[in-house]
């Protein structure tokens, strides 16, 4: 009837409970007490919703309509049968009318045949059954009521009756209900286990669900009864508000015909045409088969199971499909097909007469006969083939029913092969055989237990297909027919074959215990082939020298080996026969393989060691017989053999003594070769050969240094032989007389004694070097040094004599020159300092000579002559102005006399003959005047050389076929240079006489400014709309600014093509009309960007998450219009979740991929290509599609949640999907703990799932299980913590506070919603990935209270604190709680109210949720503004408008949008918000966050036992630290150092699973503080952690493989290996494992580069080597302050508002983006500081992204590293 409508909760609230609809109050009325109120709530339900059954009445379920007849209810009992009879009595009953049958009320009502009038009554007429379907219409018809509908109202209120208006209690219970219903509690599946052989249990909980729901049937059927009953009166439905109630539906019942005698008369008659069992070509056929076929097969198993040597199942399925093959070919279709054609061709005559006499004259239908005739025989030979199928599968199953008992064995042998079975077993044999190899340190089947039922399964198939599509003989006796039917075969779904599927499969899996219990033989040793004993003996190898340990170990590896090798090598189990010897094969090899590694590394050390031991024996005798000669050689050949016989010689009697040791350990344990025991004998014969080499040098070194002694003492001699010869000369040289005579005379004395007094400095030169020879002899010979004090005296009597005659020679050359020579190649200036210099150098030596009159006399005479030409230089100063012209000597001339002539030789002289120095003002006046314009034509002229080799650089530009401009930073230097002196050359009163050339210069250079700057502008807004329009797809969309641009394309390429060919600036300029053209490209440029603006605003505004992207990465995705696939790469920038979508072969959208690979597939599939090119149209059905998938996805695992097991329904769906399902249960349970009692038990239940899931996690598990597990854990313990909270203070109703201020989830309908107070927000389904969660703490509560009140008064939040106290992520794990799209953004102060707009707008209109990160930091004047901004959508918000204007702009509203805004108030440089900002959010302070608990539940999410305990010792590690250690800027106690050692907890937890915790714990926290502690600091911080982890000793890490890279790569760069830089390096690498943002510090030329260097190299090398997984790396390297915040990050243009990257953004993106497994660098060698460090604040944080003021946020990826290199 009504039930399946749902009630109307407009019309009663909430299922089942009725609204308290206040009555109007009379005047003056008061509530006296609070029963007054029950009552008019009472009344309102009464007037509402009227009851159906009188509450107060004896009688059970009485209806109300009794009141009325003043009679007990018990005497109208009767008229509950007819509305008729509602004034019926029982007691005025007068008696019982006959009751009529069934047959006669149907034809009555017309529901069978009618009676046909002019018929007698005894016969009636039979009406086919669509004459009996029209009858009924006919009569339903005519009846109005059954086209009355019941209104919505009518509806509901019936809903609720049916549901309310009878109470449960007294409706009657059947005494089947009390005593059981019979037979049901015995119901079994016997049938199915007689046929299948299944074994079937139908558990208890069936049983009951069952039967409640019977019972609940039959209350229902009650209800509905007794509430038709009372509506069939029309004063019940007026009181009751029903007006119309639905019909129920009618069945219409047909009476079939009584006459069958027609058709079996036809019947009978048809099988006598039709059945042709009888006939003899069907005996014949069955005789032969029955004869010579029947008990045929195709293969016997047993013949199988008997072949040596056992097959592997593959080989098990050739052999049998060959068989089957020849048995198809060979016996049925060349024996049985070929027999049974025969026997149908022999007997023609008895079915010749089924074919129709002409085929011409018969229609098709002729045949029909004859092709019966031939299905029979088809029948007949189907059913041949398929019982010999069925008799075939039943021996199988018979034949596998040997191995039903399986191969598992408990017995053990004898010790020397524990784990094998005893041989003792009766077991079969073997019908297939399985390998056991090692694959990856793993013992694996070959092939895999699993495939064996397959393979088998798949022999079944060949024995199938024997039978199959097997022709039937019609074809061969009437070529023509076109039939191609086949024998029938068996169908899969045959009995018998789903038998022998089950039998066979059970039989198998019986066989799987015994190989699986087998290869724990092998468990032992798989130590030596999965790396664990590589790793011992690399330790042992690595820590030990001793030949002992060696020896012990190689013995150890001896054992083992025989061990192995006495193992059998196949073992036969049943069905399975097991081959051991290829997994015995490897663990031999490996085996013997690390006992070479023993005796290698020990050959190859005493190889190198032996050979160091000779080569230092082959010195010592090189060294000894090494001919000398000089004193040094022999003297340090003396000295090499005292210390040779003092150290070396004991020194190497010790190394061959463990040589020694070598070679016996070596002969006993390792194969040498011939060139080991020719190196042994050459070793061990040296000690003989080598002392009589020694002595012999001795004897000779002693001769040679008496010989020594006897030269150097002739050698002494000679060399005073010579100083007193010299000390004679220069006495003369002195005493000499000199008569100074004049012209070249004395030009060619001062030259003579020049010349002499050179020839004695050169002699003395010599006699100096003699004498360190002779002193360095002396040294050697161990005798007294000479003095040569005479030599010093001889060099200090000649010297000043040198300087003045060579200072004589040189002036009077000079002053010759000057005065004679022409004047025109003269150089004043040079002149003057030259004439300057001499004069003063002579007055110095004239004063040091009195005592010899000549050299005075000379002197005096050259100071005569200077002073005489000084006089002279003021007329030289005018002659010799290089800025004389022509147009100069003119004016001279004239002022002189007409005869006055300059000619090329005149001289000084000349110009004295002409009396010029009388005249030397006007001179001077003219020379003045021609110096200024010398100046100015110079500069000039050399301004404009300059300009002819000054060219454009040209770069060709892709494959576009044209060029761009490059580097003209010198050029634009230049020019502005120029411009600046042509501008002030143009208003110098001396440029008259070339004015015309400098006015033409000016214009030239303002000519190539403007080219330049047109040039420049246009260049770069081609370049950024080339690959714009480059794409078809932009082109068609935008065709109007599509054809600006090809008209600016080609006049562009046009001016590029005439400018290459010449490329010199100055031809450049000569282009006819370059800028003009460059001129009329921008002025386009500007439409076309103008244009390009709107067309991307009408994008957005279609899909609102384009707002988040900036211009160029917008294009980029709008320009893949035919390939979907390509717009992959900016997924994750319009989805948090999705880094990539998965496409079928088809390109159609099937799933969406997380960056954790997550996958999770779509409800529905997209087709981008049904778009048209659009992008933005299927991106938003991947939205919608995302929000579909997940919250259909979520429905059913919450609802899968109650019937699974829980640790294996947490792994079986999205991560996601797990923490809001888990969620939602959670909610559920606390609430009926809460309301039942139960909170202590459920507690229980908390503690045991929190248990049961880090158990798991300590286990094995994908990578991307853990972090769902880990995110579980996480929010498992709050809820832990929660329901005990609840516990403890007795919470016991489900509307107390402490309960409705947790995060709760609802699944209401199909809508999942979370609560938090009084806040309601529906869950977002937005697909977030697999990703971590934050830690609960209470501050981390306080917060999301805050928040989401905030949200429930349409205001934003402000979390507001220090740094490191989640302020952010708080914000971030608050919309992963209600999986919305949350946008974290750094703010900086260069953002302006654009940017913010922009940004509004896509949140207004996706719906999504923003966290501007340091919003103080924006200035205060784009902050008033913004305010503006967030109250505009506040306001279209709270006025729940679907539509709203912002900023011009009408927006679709998404009203769940919110905004968060974080503020760190202790930082320097910050805004206080206006007044107007404030009070549009809610603050909330933010202070020192829990890191006990942090720590405690962190590590319980990885897997750590003890993680209370030791959360408790990090907390006091960073206190005492605080509290003990100096203080340095960059030491760091906060939450971001607690998070670093969590992390390298965890990462040691995964590679060391077995190791103590506390161990992992002390050396995360070593090594993550240890590197930034200062030396003065070791000591102390060493002495807290030993206080705190007592006992616990840490190994050594294993980084041998990393340090022998790292020496390489040193010794490549000429690096010294100290411990210190070393360790240094390690550190490094150890946090950048554990952090992807680190500083290195330290003083300048510390080695902070180099190590990073060296670390980049060694990493290099691992790569190469494959060692460690590791890669190479990509390194960038910035200083940050030698540019402006704007070159680094980038700004917008202040005119157009166009974006332009800094060097940051792009060497970011390059390695964010980058499809290389390289690691990726990016170094900050610099200052660090808060003016450019602060915009980084979320690229160091846990977001990982780099925010740009244009919007664009790039995320960084897991290769990358941002290092900071600071003082």
């Given amino acids: 009837m009504f039930q399946n409508v749902p009630p109307s909760e407009d019309l009663l609230g909430t299922r089942g409970t009725v609204p308290q609809l206040p009555l109007p109050h009379p005047p003056g009325y008061t509530e006296l007490d609070e029963s007054m109120a029950v009552v008019r709530a009472s009344l309102s339900h009464h007037n509402q919703l009227p009851p159906l059954l009188q509450p107060q009445n004896q009688t059970v379920n009485c209806p109300y309509k009794e009141q009325k007849y003043d009679t007990e209810p018990s005497q109208r009992i009767g008229n509950c049968y007819s509305p008729t009879a509602q004034c019926l009595h029982l007691s005025k009953r007068s008696g019982v009318s006959v009751r009529r049958s069934r047959i006669q009320q149907a034809r009555e009502s017309g529901h069978l045949y009618p009676v046909v009038e002019g018929i007698p009554d005894n016969v009636t007429i039979e009406f086919t059954p669509s004459q009996q379907f029209s009858n009924m219409e006919r009569r339903e018809r005519a009846d109005p009521s059954n086209f009355l509908v019941a209104s919505k109202n009518d509806i509901h209120r019936y809903n609720w009756y049916l549901e309310n208006g009878v109470d449960r209690k007294s409706l009657p219970e059947l005494p089947l209900f009390r005593e059981g219903i019979p037979g049901f509690s015995s119901i079994s599946l016997e049938g199915i286990e007689e046929k299948f052989g299944w074994e079937v249990t139908v558990p208890k909980s069936w049983k009951d669900d069952m039967f409640s729901e019977v019972k609940d049937l039959y209350n229902a059927s009650l209800r509905q009864s007794i509430l038709d009953y009372v509506l069939l009166d029309p004063a019940e439905r007026s009181r009751l508000g029903i007006e119309i109630q639905n019909k129920p539906f009618q069945p219409r019942v047909v009476e079939g015909p009584s006459t069958w005698h027609t058709c079996f008369i036809e019947t009978r008659y048809w099988l006598y045409e039709n059945l042709f069992t009888t006939s003899p070509v069907m005996l014949e056929i069955n005789k032969l088969w029955h004869d010579s076929y029947k008990d045929r097969r195709p293969f016997s198993f047993e013949e199988l199971v008997a ?91 018979e034949f596998f029913a040997q191995y039903l008992r399986g191969n598992s064995y408990g017995a053990m042998e004898e010790e020397s092969a524990p784990g094998f079975p005893t041989g003792k077993e009766k077991w079969s044999r073997a019908l297939v055989k399985i390998k056991v190899d090692i694959v990856e340190g793993e013992l694996v089947f070959d092939p895999p237990l699993q495939t064996i039922y397959p393979a088998l399964e798949l022999l079944f198939d060949d024995v199938m297909a024997m039978i199959t599509k097997i022709p039937t003989l019609l074809k061969k006796f009437f070529p023509n027919n076109q039939s191609r039917a086949k024998l029938k075969s068996v169908n899969r779904l045959d009995y018998y074959y789903v038998n022998l599927v089950l039998k066979v499969q059970h039989a198998v899996e019986c066989n799987y215990e015994g190989p699986c219990k087998l290869i724990q033989v092998f468990d032992e040793s798989l130590r030596f082939v999965d790396g664990q004993e590589e790793r011992v003996v690399q330790e042992v190898i690595s820590q030990q020298d001793s030949l002992g ?8 590896l001896r054992a083992d080996l025989s061990n192995i090798t006495g193992m059998r090598g196949s073992v036969n189990l049943n069905l399975i026969r097991v081959d051991l010897t290829p997994a015995q094969a490897k663990l031999t090899s490996a085996v013997k393989w690390l006992m070479s590694t023993i005796s290698d590394h020990v050959l190859h050390g005493n190889r190198v060691y032996q050979k160091e031991i000779c080569r230092s024996f082959d010195e010592i005798s090189e060294t000894a017989l090494l001919p000398t000669t000089t004193t040094e050689e022999l003297i340090n050949q003396v000295e090499f053999i005292q210390d040779t016989e003092a150290t070396v010689f004991p020194e190497l009697e010790e190394k061959l003594t463990k040589a020694e040791a070598n070679v016996l350990f070596l002969l006993g344990y390792s194969d040498l070769h011939e060139d080991d025991y020719k190196l042994h004998s050459m070793t061990f014969s040296w000690p003989a050969r080598i002392k009589p080499i020694v002595q012999h040098s001795k004897n000779r070194l002693n001769n040679k240094r008496e010989l020594a002694n006897n030269e150097l003492k002739e050698r002494i001699k000679l060399f005073d032989n010579h100083v007193m010869s010299w000390s004679k000369l220069s006495e003369e040289l002195k005493e000499l007389d000199f008569s100074v005579s004049t012209g070249s005379r004395a030009l060619e004395d001062i030259a003579r004694n020049v010349d002499q007094l050179a020839e004695l400095h050169t002699n003395l030169d010599t006699g100096r070097e003699e004498l360190e020879e002779i002193r360095r002899e002396q040294k050697l010979l161990d005798q007294e040094p000479l003095s040569g004090q005479d030599l010093e ?221 047109e040039a420049l502008k246009c260049q770069a807004t081609w370049l950024y709309l080339e690959p714009i329009f480059s794409s078809e797809d932009i082109m068609q969309q935008m065709p109007r600014e599509g054809r600006y641009f090809v008209m600016v394309d080609n006049n562009w390429k046009q001016v590029m093509a005439k400018a290459v060919i010449d490329p010199h600036v100055l031809a450049v300029t000569k282009i006819e009309k370059v800028v003009d053209d460059l001129s009329h490209n921008n002025k386009l440029l500007e439409d076309i960007l103008k244009g390009l603006n709107n067309y991307l605003e009408v994008k957005r505004l279609y899909f609102a998450r384009f707002f988040f992207l900036s211009n160029d990465e917008l294009l980029e995705i709008l320009s893949e219009t035919k390939d979907p696939t390509r717009v992959q790469p900016h997924m994750k920038k319009c989805f948090e979740g999705i880094a990539k979508l998965e496409f079928d072969s088809e390109r159609v959208i099937q799933g969406m991929i997380s960056s954790e690979s997550e996958l999770v597939k779509l409800s529905k599939p997209i087709n981008p290509h049904s778009a048209k090119g659009c992008v933005e149209k299927w991106l938003l059905e991947v939205e919608n599609g995302m929000k579909v998938c997940l919250k259909e996805i979520g429905a059913r695992a919450i609802k899968a949640y109650p019937s699974s097991v829980r640790e294996e329904w947490v792994l079986e769906w999205p991560g996601q999907v797990v923490l809001s399902g888990s969620q939602t249960h959670w909610t559920k ?40 597990l880990g995110a ?279 590679q060391y699973p077995e190791e103590d915790e506390s161990i992992l714990l002390l050396r995360a926290i070593r090594d993550v503080n240890l590197p930034k502690f200062l030396a003065q600091d070791l000591p102390l911080f060493q002495g807290i952690i030993s206080d705190l982890f007592p006992g616990v000793e840490l190994p050594a890490p294993d980084y041998e493989v990393l340090n022998k890279a790292l020496f390489t790569v040193m010794e490549r760069m000429n690096l010294q290996n100290t411990p210190f830089f070393h360790s240094k390096i390690i550190q490094i690498y150890e946090m950048m494992l554990v952090r992807h943002g680190f500083m ?47 070159q680094l990050y980038g700004n917008f243009d202040p005119v157009s508002h166009e974006w332009a990257d800094g060097v940051l953004p792009i060497l970011y993106r390059e390695q964010a983006s980058s499809t290389l497994e390289d690691r990726q660098w990016l170094i900050f060698d610099g200052p660090v500081d808060a003016v450019w460090i602060e915009n980084m604040n979320t690229v160091l944080d846990d977001n990982k992204k780099l925010c740009l003021m244009s919007g664009e946020i790039i995320q960084m990826s897991n290769k990358q590293s941002m290092i900071f290199e600071t003082e």
């Fill in 307 to 397: 072949r040596e040597p056992t097959p592997t199942p593959k080989e098990l399925g050739g052999i049998v499909a060959a068989k089957c093959a020849d048995f198809r070919n060979t016996v049925l279709l060349e024996g049985y097909i070929k027999e049974c054609s025969l026997i149908i061709d022999s007997h023609k005559e008895s079915w010749r007469e089924l074919l129709p006499q002409r085929r011409s004259d018969h229609p098709p239908q002729e045949y029909q006969q004859i092709a019966s005739f031939f299905s029979t025989i088809s029948a007949l030979m189907s059913r041949h083939l398929t019982g010999m199928m069925y008799r075939f599968f039943d021996e199988i199953v």
């Fill in 1229 to 1268: 349970e606390v609430s009926d703990a809460i309301t039942t009692g139960t909170v202590g038990s459920y507690l229980e239940q908390c503690n045991s799932q929190i248990n049961k899931i880090v158990a798991m996690v300590r286990g094995k598990l994908p990578a991307m299980s853990r972090i769902t």
């Fill in 793 to 1013: 005296n001889v060099f200090i009597d000649i010297e000043p004599y040198e300087n003045f005659w060579e200072l004589a020679l040189r002036g009077l050359k000079c002053l010759d020159e000057w005065m004679f020579g022409p004047f025109l190649e003269l150089n004043y200036n040079q002149i003057e300092e030259e004439v300057n210099e001499i004069f003063r150098t002579n007055f110095k030596l004239m004063k040091s000579f009195s005592d010899s009159p000549v050299v005075k006399r000379c002197s005096e005479t050259i100071q005569n002559r200077i002073n005489k030409f000084k006089e002279n230089l003021r007329l030289l100063s005018v002659i010799c102005n290089p800025g004389m012209m022509d147009r100069h000597w003119i004016r001279i001339a004239d002022m002189i006399g007409d005869d006055f002539v300059i000619e090329k030789n005149s001289s000084l002289s000349f110009m004295l003959d002409w009396k010029l120095e009388d005249k030397i003002d006007e001179l001077e006046e003219i020379s003045t005047a021609a110096t200024k314009e010398h100046t100015l034509e110079t500069n000039m002229l050399k301004m404009q050389a300059e300009w002819k080799e000054m060219s454009f650089t040209f770069l060709p530009y892709r494959d576009t076929g044209t060029h761009i401009i490059s580097g003209i930073d010198e050029i634009q230097t230049l020019l502005d240079d120029h411009i600046v002196k042509t501008q002030t050359m143009r208003g110098s009163p001396f440029i008259k006489p070339f004015e015309s050339e400098i006015v033409s210069w000016e214009k030239t250079l303002l000519t190539v400014q403007d080219i330049i700057d």
């Fill in 1640 to 1686: 290195v510090v330290g003083a300048t030329l510390g080695g902070k580069t180099s190590a990073l260097l060296v670390l980049a190299g060694a990493l290099a090398e691992l790569h190469k080597d494959k060692l460690m997984e590791e890669n190479k790396v990509g390194i960038h390297i910035i200083n940050p302050k030698s540019i402006s915040m704007f």
């Fill in 549 to 556: 340990v060696f020896e012990n170990k190689i013995l150890s």
């Fill in 1272 to 1550: 579980l854990i996480v929010i498992d313990v709050h809820a832990r913590d929660v329901v005990e909270s609840f516990h403890k203070n007795r919470i016991s109703d489900v509307t107390d506070f402490n309960w409705i201020s947790q995060l709760r989830y609802y699944l209401e309908g199909s809508d999942l919603n979370v609560r938090m107070i009084t806040t309601t927000i529906l869950y977002g389904n937005e697909y977030l990935g697999n990703s971590p969660r934050l830690v609960i703490t209470p501050l981390t509560d306080r917060c999301y209270r805050t928040l989401m009140g905030a949200i429930k008064l349409t205001l934003g939040g402000a979390p507001e604190g220090p740094a490191g106290t989640g302020k952010t992520e708080t914000s971030k794990d608050l919309a992963k709680a209600v999986a919305k799209q949350c946008v974290v953004f750094n703010c900086s102060d260069g953002l302006d109210y654009k940017a913010m707009g922009k940004f509004f707008k896509g949140l207004a209109q996706a719906g999504a949720w923003a966290c501007f990160d340091e919003f103080n930091r924006i200035e205060l004047e784009v902050l008033s503004v913004v305010a503006q901004q967030i109250q505009c959508i506040q306001l279209a918000i709270a006025g729940k408008l679907k539509v709203f204007v912002f900023e011009g702009t009408n927006l679709t509203l998404d009203s769940t949008c919110t905004m968060f805004i974080t503020m760190n108030p202790g930082y320097a440089g910050r805004s206080e918000l206006p007044d107007n900002l404030k009070v549009l959010f809610r603050t909330v302070a933010m202070m020192v966050p829990d890191y006990g608990l942090i720590g405690e539940i962190v590590l319980y999410s990885v897997g750590f036992v003890q993680a209370r305990a030791l959360s408790t010792k990090i907390v006091a590690t960073y206190k005492l630290c605080s509290e003990q250690l100096s203080s340095q800027k960059h030491y760091d106690y906060g939450m971001r150092a607690v998070k670093s050692v969590l992390t390298a907890a965890g990462n040691l937890k995964l």
